[in-house]
């Protein structure tokens, strides 16, 4: 079993920062894909970034987003930096766990393990 738990959504203006984070635990956890995605009223579940290993990201957030790994933390943490913030990123995010596979997965169908989400707000 693999738990994930979000934290560090907010409120923050355009043009802003925000960093958040999952913890997650369980069996072979170093095995999955992590991956952030998000969902904004009335749209689908969308693909953010995900990481094993490499990295992977949206078109729409390559050049503003960072997923990494925080080797120090005894949680196991994934963050999410999100940088340039802009209205249109405003959405509940989540993260999500899912087994290897090649290439690499990008729909939430290919995700096993979901979080609780955690609402991030950008103000234009």
């Known amino acids: 079993q693999v738990q994930l738990g979000e934290s560090g959504g907010g409120l923050v203006q355009t043009g802003g920062s925000l960093r958040l984070s999952c913890a997650t635990s369980?069996?072979?956890?170093?095995?999955?894909?992590i991956a952030w995605f998000r969902q904004a009223p009335g749209q689908e579940r969308e693909f953010v970034a995900a990481?094993?290993?490499?990295?992977?990201?949206a078109d729409s957030v390559k050049d503003r987003f960072r997923i990494f790994r925080d080797s120090a933390s005894a949680k196991n943490l994934i963050h999410l930096q999100m940088n340039n913030l802009k209205p249109e990123d405003t959405a509940v995010y989540y993260c999500?766990?899912?087994?290897?596979?090649?290439?690499?997965?990008?729909?939430?169908?290919?995700?096993?393990?979901w979080g609780q989400g955690t609402q991030v707000t950008v103000s234009s």
């Open positions: 990481i094993r290993g490499s990295t992977y990201y």
């Open positions: 999500a766990a899912g087994p290897w596979k090649d290439p690499a997965p990008t729909q939430k169908d290919e995700y096993t393990y």
């Open positions: 369980g069996r072979a956890i170093s095995t999955y894909f």
